[in-house]
């Protein structure tokens, strides 16, 4: 018989091979082109899903000055409800004789706090709270509606408090 030729199971002469039951070892795996398309693939994704991700912490950093900022405005009004005017400084220990001067509002910082908070503009009537991210942090780079997050500010008059920018202090 040339070379290449068989008898198949009929007895009758066939150039086809049999097939194999088993791959070969060396045929098992993956290819190099194969390997480089999943990496791309998860590049890709990866691209797409961090952004969105750090935005979320962000947002939930942003939560936690919103909170801190309340405490103190709570705090600021259980000391308007004793002192003729509102407290000057926010860690000060509370002395209890309303002195602005000497007392604060006795609150401390959050445990690894992002952002810093501060009085201005203080009146019998009225103050502006600040919160400013810390400089260097990741919540500098915060933005809700295309407005910065940076510096959230409360303006209280006569009661009624305003916050800015309003597209950050939204839920």
Known sequence: MPLGLALNNHGVISSRRPPRSL???ND?????IELMIVVVIVAVIAMVA???FQGQIRKSRRS???AA???IQQAQERWRATCPQYATAIPTANAGDCNVATSGLAIAAPAGARY???????TPTGYTLTATAIVGSSQNADTAAGAPCNVLTVTVTN????????ACWSK
């Open 23 to 25: 791959p070969r070892p």
């Open 28 to 32: 098992w795996g993956f290819t190099l």
């Open 50 to 52: 961090l952004p969105a």
């Open 64 to 66: 936690e000055a919103v």
């Open 69 to 71: 900022t309340a405490q």
């Open 116 to 122: 810093t908070y501060a009085l201005a503009a203080v």
């Open 159 to 166: 009661g009624s408090a305003a916050q800015t920018p309003l």
